[in-house]
């Protein structure tokens, strides 16, 4: 298996990308804002995360029109699959590539409650994506009396209303690019992950044999650089 990695993602010249860091900068929520989160860390290439054929391209590709089109609106991805797949990594990756910083938020956080959840979700800083990883842990289905139990047993204020709204309601913030992560996708709402709210979906399955075969040539074609 050979592939060549310098040219699987282009190198970015366009003015859109002037704002790159030299590390990937991330946010954390301490109140009613958010605030860095350590110093920049050193950025994951795209490569080093690998995905099943065409994934990645098409996530890339997705996003990269997005930036270039210049017109602030809204854009929903969910990434769901097993436990280490790569959903966050990529998150990382994708984020690192394109210059922008990551807002990290847990909707399982105490004191988080539906007035703070819309500021949060709608004054991000500058050339940012806002992330909300295991949402099926905070949220379960209106279906499942069991897991609608368990999700709003004290485990935050947050109302399900709520987080809808903060995500297109009428006050919601009109360029904002939003990410979720589940574990579970069928513990998920429908109305959470309907088109609109989640523009697209992606399954990140466990290690097939072709993407072992790049992680083995990954390495070692980085031990002969």
């Known amino acids: 298996l050979k592939r060549n990695y310098d040219k699987t993602f282009p190198v970015r010249r ?20 958010w605030r860095r989160f350590g110093t920049p860390m050193r950025k994951r290439p795209l490569t080093s995360v690998v995905l099943d054929d065409g994934v990645a391209n098409s996530i890339v590709n997705d996003f990269q029109e997005y930036t270039e089109r210049g017109i ?20 990382a ?17 105490r004191t988080l409650d539906d007035d703070r959840l819309n500021h949060l979700l709608n004054t991000p800083p500058p050339y940012s994506v806002v992330v909300l990883e ?12 069991v897991q609608s139990a368990k999700a709003y047993e004290g485990l935050t204020r947050v109302t399900f209303s709520g987080l809808l ?12 690019i939003l990410f979720m992560t589940t574990n579970h996708i069928d513990r998920l709402d429908p109305a959470l992950i309907r088109p609109g709210r989640v523009d697209v979906k992606q399954y990140f399955g466990y290690c097939t044999e072709t993407m072992f075969s790049e992680v083995y040539f990954l390495f070692n074609f980085t031990k002969c650089l």
């Open 93 to 109: 990756a994708l984020a690192s590539y394109f210059g922008y910083s990551v807002c990290m938020l847990s909707l399982s956080e």
């Open 72 to 91: 602030p609106y809204r854009r929903g991805y969910l990434f769901y699959g097993p436990p280490g797949s790569g959903k966050s990594s990529f998150i």
């Open 14 to 33: 366009n003015s859109v990308y002037r704002h790159v860091e030299t590390g990937l900068v991330v946010y954390r929520a301490v109140g009613p804002e």
């Open 134 to 145: 295991d949402v099926d842990a905070a949220f379960g289905s209106r279906d499942d009396p």
């Open 165 to 176: 709204n903060a995500i297109d309601g009428v006050a919601s913030a009109d360029e904002r």
